[in-house]
T-cell receptor, first 113, second 115 residues
């Protein structure tokens, strides 16, 4: 699986939007971009995924660059409960595939009240 | 709805002792099953995955093994634990559950400390 690069940590204020960047310059044409997050002492949970077009769901939005070499996870109005480690993952399967996901170190998002 | 269970939630074991962690999934059939480990301060590492009963693929060589005796049961074992086996063990499943996405769903995890 291609590698992703994320900032180690980011800080934001409650009720403000948060933009979490991810670089994936070696992405292949069949790689989907997945985002998961992990709250303290819990297992990761799925946030969103996309291939080429921007995606929206109830949790977040995913903005994908036209050349697909980068993407941004957008939390429109951060709450304290959004404080977590956010992982950007590339995988050739839309659902993570039968052979599992490759997690990096992710971005530790800190939300200030 | 689908649920995933792991037990025990926490475990403290001496070096050299055996290990058995269990994971079960409810509400779905023929899921893909996964074992991940997260060592302190590190990311998640995929250990094993299974696409069916008795089918196990190992991602990294180690003193751990996995088995899938039933469709929705996944077991992680070791005959002799090492200090380096300490960590947070997560079971996950994926499969078409009637939705548009096929994401992985993680269990609550087992925190293992080997002393």
């Amino acid at each position: 699986d291609a590698k992703t690069t994320q900032p180690n940590s980011m800080e934001s204020n409650e009720e403000e939007p948060v933009h979490l960047p991810c670089n994936h310059s070696t992405i292949s044409g069949t790689d989907y971009i997945h985002w998961y997050r992990q709250l303290p002492s819990q297992g990761p949970e799925y946030v969103i995924h996309g291939l080429t077009s921007n995606v929206n769901n109830r949790m977040a939005s995913l903005a994908i660059a036209e050349d697909r070499k980068s993407s941004t996870l957008i939390l429109h109005r951060a709450t304290l409960r959004d404080a977590a480690v956010y992982y950007c993952i590339l995988d050739m399967y839309s659902g993570g595939g039968a052979d599992g996901l490759t997690f990096g170190k992710g971005t530790h998002l800190i939300i200030q009240p | 709805s689908q649920t995933i269970h792991q037990w025990p939630a926490t475990l403290v074991q001496p070096v050299g002792s055996p290990l058995s962690l269990e994971c079960t999934v409810e509400g779905t059939s023929n899921p893909n099953l996964y074992w991940y480990r997260q060592a302190a301060g590190r990311g998640l590492q995929l250990l094993f995955y299974s696409v069916g009963i008795g089918q196990i693929s190992s991602e990294v060589p180690q003193n751990l093994s996995a088995s899938r005796p039933q469709d929705r049961q996944f077991i992680l074992s070791s005959k002799k634990l090492l200090l380096s086996d300490s960590g947070f063990y997560l079971c996950a499943w994926s499969g078409l559950a009637g939705g548009l996405t096929n994401e992985q769903f993680f269990g609550p995890g087992t925190r293992l400390t080997v002393l």
